[in-house]
């Protein structure tokens, strides 16, 4: 059974006189421990997609079955949290997510609101803190680190409510090549290492060939899924869906 399996999953933020379909009939799946890169351009619906997994949005249509439970309007509050907690999400700016002014006290923010006890959150965080390579700053300002340290203290806020899945809405768009290198350098150990399922939100095609999978959305809908290597060789027609390939399959293939 696959951790995450959407059905006919269809979206449409709502407005009195312009209603707007973002996605249309998304049939997914995702397996415990996969790697997966979603690609598309910007308005392709794949962070609706995201929020739609995340809960942070409610689906039109279709259905969401998350570790075997049905994602539903009538779930409780208490269900939607035990959900949520299964799969976490890292956004785009590193600002935006950071609550705390100390560095240690930003990871056990969201143990806390889970009700966690104290000495579960003290070993949490620092466990969290030494997966992504942070530990030294436990005691410094999250202001005062760079775009990447930033992103991976964000990352650690996650990791230490103990997801299954962690979904990763342009992590690295914002940041230097350094910043971003130090991003994906974690995402990869979570995933080979610890076995967390990651998808991957990305228009970074060097950063989309070290998954074990991608998806391809557009308008929409998905228009490819396979293997880097499958999905890359299609050049002409990822050019026509306006995306771009990493450098050496555009080489080859002009060649």
Known sequence: ????????????????????PVLHEVSLSFEKGEFVAILGRN?????TFAKLLNLVLEASD?????????VHAE???EEIIDLRKKV???????????????????VAFGPENLGIEPSE?????????????????????PHKLSGGQKQRI??????????????????????DPRGRAEVMSTIEKLNRERGITVLLITHNMDEAVRADRVVV???????????????????????????????????????
């Open 217 to 255: 959305i557009d308008n929409g809908r998905v228009q490819m899924a396979g293997t880097p290597r499958e999905v890359f060789s299609k050049v002409d027609e990822l050019f026509a869906l306006g995306l771009a390939v990493p450098q050496a399959t555009e080489l080859a293939a002009r060649l």
């Open 75 to 77: 779930l409780s509050e």
């Open 121 to 141: 959150i003290r070993r949490r965080v620092d466990e969290a803190l030494e997966i992504v390579d942070m530990t030294a700053y436990a005691h410094h300002a």
């Open 154 to 175: 964000a990352i650690a806020g996650v990791i230490a409510m103990l997801p299954d899945c962690i979904l990763f809405d342009e992590s690295t768009a914002m940041l």
């Open 43 to 47: 308005g392709s619906g794949k962070s």
């Open 62 to 70: 279709g259905e969401i079955v998350i570790d075997g439970k049905p």
């Open 88 to 106: 976490g999400m890292v956004f785009q700016n590193p600002d935006n997510q950071l609550v705390a002014t100390v560095v240690e006290e930003d």
């Open 1 to 20: 059974m696959p951790f995450i399996e959407t059905k006919n999953l269809s979206f449409t933020y709502t407005d009195e006189d312009d209603p707007q």
